[in-house]
Structures are given as C-alpha cells and as structure tokens.
C-alpha cells in the first residue's frame, strides 16, 4: 500500500470502499469487481478512508497481513481538511461519507470515481469535475 502519490496520472481511477469491501467481504458482485480491477491495476486509488473500513470490516474475516497484502494493491490518498471542507459544502441527501470520499477524489485529481453504490452515482454523477460511474 503506498501513500499519497505525488502527481496522480491523467485518467486516474478512484474507488468508492463499496468495491474493495465486495471483494474482503466475498459479497455477490465479487467477480465483476475483481475483473474491474485487474484490467486496470497500477493506476488505482483509494482514501485512507476506505482502507481504514476494509481493516475495520476485513478483520473478522481474515487476518491483518492479509488484509494489509490486498491494499497494497492501491495508493491511498490521505484525508485533509479542503476534503472535509469539500464534503461539507457540496455533501447531498445527508451522506456525508460519499462527500467526503468526492473530495478526497477530487482534490487529488482523479478523473473517474466508480462505486458499486447507484445512488451515489444519481446523487453526484452529474459533478463536472470528475467522471462518476456505477460498476
């Protein structure tokens, strides 16, 4: 798992926690999500937030290594204050949480945000700044 990048590529891609916890909780859409990914790995991003809820979540199912192995896979992207400050102006349907990871996924320039989540994606799809789409 690395940490903040210092400059994210064009095209960057950030994934909503629904995606990771798919896969650590072996959820129905399991597989769909692990092609996903696997067709696009070394340009994936998460916030400290999601890696924080697979840990939270994951621990009852698998040990900490394991779950540390299958973040490494990522680069987390730190939360700050413009983040909050992001949330709480442009946070929707009293969802803070999905705010929040918009703005850490905005401020770090990423340009497509993908949840398995379709109300978020109704909620903020139509956001200029970044692309987001239901997996």
């Given at each position: 798992?690395?940490?903040?990048?210092?400059?994210?590529?064009?095209?960057?891609?950030?994934?909503?926690?629904?995606?990771?916890?798919?896969?650590?909780?072996?959820r129905s859409n399991e597989q769909?999500?692990?092609?996903?990914?696997?067709?696009?790995?070394?340009?994936?991003?998460?916030?400290?937030?999601?890696?924080?809820?697979?840990?939270?979540?994951?621990?009852?199912?698998?040990e900490l290594p394991v779950i540390?192995?299958?973040?490494?896979?990522?680069?987390?992207?730190?939360?700050?204050?413009?983040?909050?400050?992001?949330?709480?102006?442009?946070?929707?349907?009293?969802?803070?949480e999905d705010a929040l990871q918009?703005?850490?996924?905005?401020?770090?320039?990423?340009?497509?945000?993908?949840?398995?989540?379709?109300?978020?994606?109704?909620?903020?799809?139509?956001?200029?700044?970044?692309?987001?789409?239901?997996?």
């Amino acid at each position: 798992m690395s940490l903040s990048p210092k400059s994210i590529p064009v095209n960057a891609v950030f994934l909503d926690a629904t995606i990771l916890l798919e896969i650590i909780l072996g959820r129905s859409n399991e597989q769909i999500v692990r092609q996903f990914i696997e067709q696009r790995s070394g340009n994936l991003y998460i916030s400290a937030l999601t890696a924080h809820l697979v840990v939270h979540f994951g621990k009852a199912i698998v040990e900490l290594p394991v779950i540390r192995a299958f973040l490494s896979d990522y680069t987390v992207l730190s939360l700050d204050n413009a983040d909050f400050e992001w949330a709480f102006m442009n946070s929707r349907n009293k969802d803070f949480e999905d705010a929040l990871q918009l703005g850490v996924a905005v401020r770090n320039g990423c340009s497509h945000f993908v949840t398995l989540d379709k109300g978020l994606v109704a909620t903020y799809g139509s956001l200029p700044s970044i692309d987001v789409q239901h997996l």
